[in-house]
């Protein structure tokens, strides 16, 4: 009773090699009858040993395609909870995982029933996996920075970043590049490597932002009117400010420049009402200057003319000629 199971596993182990061999000699096979014009040999081969293998290759391809359809539902079911709950970069790195495990399974499955020597083609991978990792390295580079990127996660979708000498929202995070766009309205697509070298800057990470504007004013001008112009300023953007501890504004007298003393005028606010705080802050320091007269000095260029001899009366200035050198005479000799 124990002996059959064993004698079918140890057929089951030799049927691959005998399988492969015998491809062969029917390929072999047919050609001799074609050369020969057995026809009917032909037809019985063909009958034989053919149809049945493009039944079996073909039932492969179906089964292959149910399992195309099962990653990819799989991947789907895993992917979404995760993209809803945790992180969509890592979410879709998930899913695309068990969509390729799933799907290269049941591939090496179907090969490994219809007889494929897997044994065989894995060293065949092998040797051109190490021929296309030499020559695909900056792809490769590529794709281990994705890795890394999703894993550790210094950004994901939607965030405002300066990354790779480009700044932009961030629209998608592949294994090989990301898409960036910018605020007008321009796609870029930057390989990885160059965004995981360099330094990245995730500007809308945190929830609030310092808008800082730099105002000169005269030297003239009285300390104390100054600070108090500015705080108003400041105090003018209360609804849009954020209050607590380190926050709020603060007016600072940064330093003495060659033409002006310099002021800075900081205010916290949410960091998607960046911009639009920062125009607003800067045109109430105007306002409120100029409220209270106080200048603020530009850069200015004097020209000076100085007047030629000659021009009075229109006339040119006559051109200085040079002396021709004296042509010597020949000497008869």
Known sequence: MTDQPAAGAAETLTDQPDMAQSV?????????????????????????????????????????????????????????????????????????????????????????????????????????GFAVGLAFQGTLSNFASGVLMMVFRPFKVGDFINAGGVAGTVNEIDLFTTTLDTPDNRRIIVPNSSIAGGTIENISHHAHRRVEVVVGVDYSANQDETRAALTRAAESLSDVMIPGDDRGYAVVLSGLGDSAVEWKVRLWVASSNYWPAHEALTGAVKRNLDAVEIGIPFPQMDIHLHRVAGDDDGSQPTPRQRPRPTRRDAIAG
């Open 24 to 128: 062969g000699d029917t390929l072999s096979t047919l050609i001799e009858q074609m050369q020969a014009g057995d026809y009917e040999g032909l037809t019985a081969t063909m009958t034989q040993n053919v149809v049945p293998g493009l039944l079996a290759a073909a039932i492969g391809l179906g089964v292959i395609f149910i399992g195309y359809l099962v990653a990819s539902y799989i991947s789907r079911i895993i992917s979404g909870p995760i993209c809803r709950r945790v992180d969509q970069t890592l979410g879709k790195f998930i899913g695309r995982l068990v969509f390729y495990s799933i799907l290269a399974g049941v591939t090496a499955a179907v090969l490994s029933k219809l007889g494929a020597p897997l044994g065989g083609l894995a060293a065949m991978l092998a040797a051109a």
